[in-house]
């Protein structure tokens, strides 16, 4: 079975040592970068399966990092960093990050998004006679292949987002609550989990409505979680 290889891009020491030392006793391999030049230079070089990567690095901003990166590569890039704002959230997803953690974090909630991410890349290798299809309007979710599309055109979805699809469109009318959510997401729910849920669903609408008259398939209740409409 092959072993996942992460590439860690992190300035500071001591949260890399601790990365590192947490992927090295969980079986992980791992690369070291702590600048955004040999991170580029990392990645183009030994095709890493996972990225971690801090956007207040000394030379590049992560954000550019992640632009440069999705120039060539789909890699998963989780982003471990201390901006803990929405905006900031946005600007490093839309650039194509597929998860956000704010520091500090967890060792337990570290793996928990590694793990998310590695289902997803193993889902992307299965048979597609194992296939089960949901269509809901103009909206298909092939669970098996791990991809969605509107009007036929695949819509590119993080894992992040692809599992909230699949969480939402598997309970359609039903309202889920944040809590409920986010232990299946990430398998807790504090503060910071319902944060990046809140993220996360925002940039799933946008990516599901992005064409004008597109219909709305992602309800808000506030205060209490998220419900998918069913679309005639």
Known sequence: MKTTTVLVVEDDNSI???????????????????????????????????MFLDLGLPDIDGVQIIHKIRSWSNMPIIVISARSDDDDKLAALDAGADDYLTKPFSIVELLARLRVVERHLSNQTLPANNSAIFTNGPLTVDYAAGCALINNEELHLTPIEFKLLTLLSKNVGRVLTHNYITQKIWGSSSDNDIASLRVFMATLRKKLEQKKGSPQFIQTHIGVGYRMLKVD
């Open 16 to 50: 890399r040592n601790l990365i590192g030392t947490t992927l090295k006793s969980h079986d992980y391999q791992y690369l070291m970068a702590c600048d955004g030049k040999s991170a580029i230079l990392e990645a183009s070089t030994h095709n890493p399966d996972v």
